[in-house]
């Protein structure tokens, strides 16, 4: 992560359309009738001044990298769960470099110091990324044609 600096996304950052289309291409398909721009309006919503919600991305110079959010809910099934760590993408050339894993570290102290002491994701394919990173199996399921995992990560006091 040598010269990537984590940052948050304010909603009138000129990056708001460039992330919200790498998120609406990696999971629009999760939200049926949602199209790019509907996207990136709610992902524009998204981008809080701090703790819930929460957008972050990794940049390189003045290019986005990566991102990651923390949102209040991120399954509309799983509603009683809160709060997310959510959309966590890292642009495929920029991989192997633990951006991911400095995206997470970064929602993970924000949900922290928002007084949180858990919270949740969900992944069809990335178990042992986040396993890796202190998260546990919650409960796995089909959601919208997937079969995912929920994970939970306790968080430290």
Request: charged share 25%.
């Amino acid at each position: 992560m040598r010269d990537l600096i984590i940052v948050r996304l304010s909603p009138d950052s000129p990056h708001v359309a460039t992330v919200a289309s790498w998120t609406f291409a990696e999971w629009g398909h999760l939200h049926p009738g949602s199209t790019a721009e509907s996207y990136r309006e709610a992902f524009r919503r998204e981008c809080g001044e701090g703790g819930v919600p929460s957008v972050f991305v990794a940049m390189a110079g003045d290019r986005p990298v990566g991102t990651a959010s923390l949102l209040a809910e991120d399954m509309d099934s799983r509603r009683e769960l809160t709060p997310w760590l959510a959309s966590v993408f890292v642009l495929p050339e920029w991989r192997g470099r633990g951006i991911a894993a400095g995206l997470i570290r970064r929602v993970e102290e924000e949900a922290a110091a928002s007084g949180f002491d858990h919270f949740y994701l969900f992944t069809p394919d990335q178990q042992g990324l986040y396993r890796r990173l202190g998260w546990q199996d919650h409960e796995e399921l089909s959601y919208r044609g997937e079969e995912i995992t929920i994970m939970l990560r306790q968080l430290e006091a």
